[in-house]
């Protein structure tokens, strides 16, 4: 049952602090994958019980979870259809495993460089009615040519546009992305085609709550050349739980 795709995952950390390890926001997650599993109508999960199960998972592989700046353990949980058949229709059958890896800065490195990051404007990554709002292997085989061809000239990640009229930001690789544009921060508004992420989701309530203003909204190709040649374009950043946030240096429009 591999030919259909019905494969859905999450990732998420833990951290170190004093010996004391702390999930984040893992519910978030949970509520996340259980979104995905329907959309590829997959059997949902219990969500207490998975997080139990998390908990005493983490818990006996304490030792791993590395402590110190920019470390982490990275979790990966994952759905995948299992049973034997030809024909399209929902599997009967699930595997969910979760893997745990060591893991420090995504980009390498022992700070955080600013990113280089090509706007494609070849491919697509998802259109509103499909699956870009949820976390399916799908959404990411279709983005490796994309992601390679980038690397190929020296990017590290690509920016997604929207997948009609190919003008407006959507997200990159794997983080959402902020702009700082006259002091406010800016994010494309969450539209059916982009990730719900769960970095953005904290972003947006900590800056709110530090009293700045947050705009999402649909942000263009155009208004950003336009506000980078006018000074009003200040910042970029991507956030992500691989990539935590991370500033972008440049994009190759
Ligand atoms: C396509 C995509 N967008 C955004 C994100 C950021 O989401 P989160 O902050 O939940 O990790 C990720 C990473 O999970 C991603 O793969």
Redesign the pocket.
């Known amino acids: 049952m591999l030919h259909y795709g019905q494969a859905v995952f999450e ?2 950390k833990a951290y170190k602090h004093e010996g004391e390890v702390d999930l984040f926001r893992p519910s ?2 949970f509520k ?1 994958i259980n979104h995905s599993l329907a959309r590829l109508d997959m059997p949902e999960i219990d969500e207490a019980l998975l997080l139990e199960g998390l908990k005493q998972l983490v818990d006996v592989e304490r030792d791993w979870v590395p402590e110190g700046e920019g470390q982490s353990l990275y979790i990966r949980p994952f759905v995948f259809a299992t049973e034997g058949i030809l024909g399209v229709r929902p599997s009967y059958s699930y595997k969910l495993l979760i893997l745990l890896s060591p893991s420090g800065s995504y980009y390498g490195g022992a700070s955080l460089q600013p990113t280089k990051i090509y706007v494609e404007d070849e491919y697509v ?1 998802a259109v509103r009615g499909g699956v870009g709002h949820a ?1 399916v292997a799908g ?2 085989a279709a983005s490796l040519l994309a992601q390679t061809n980038a690397a190929d000239q020296g990017y590290d990640q690509v920016l997604w546009l929207d997948g009609v009229e190919q003008k407006y930001v959507e ?6 992305i902020f702009f700082v544009e006259n002091g406010k921060l800016v994010t494309p508004e969450l539209n059916g085609s ?8 904290t972003i947006i309530e900590l800056a709110k709550k530090l009293g700045y203003e947050v705009e999402e909204r649909r942000v263009s190709i155009d208004e950003l050349i336009e506000a980078h040649n006018s000074g009003a374009l200040t910042e970029v950043f991507g ?5 935590v946030i991370s500033p972008v240096g440049k994009l190759k429009v």
């Open positions: 990732g998420l978030e997650n996340r990554r976390k959404n990411y997200e990159v690789g794997s983080m959402n982009i990730l719900p992420g769960i970095t953005r989701k956030t992500g739980t691989a990539a």
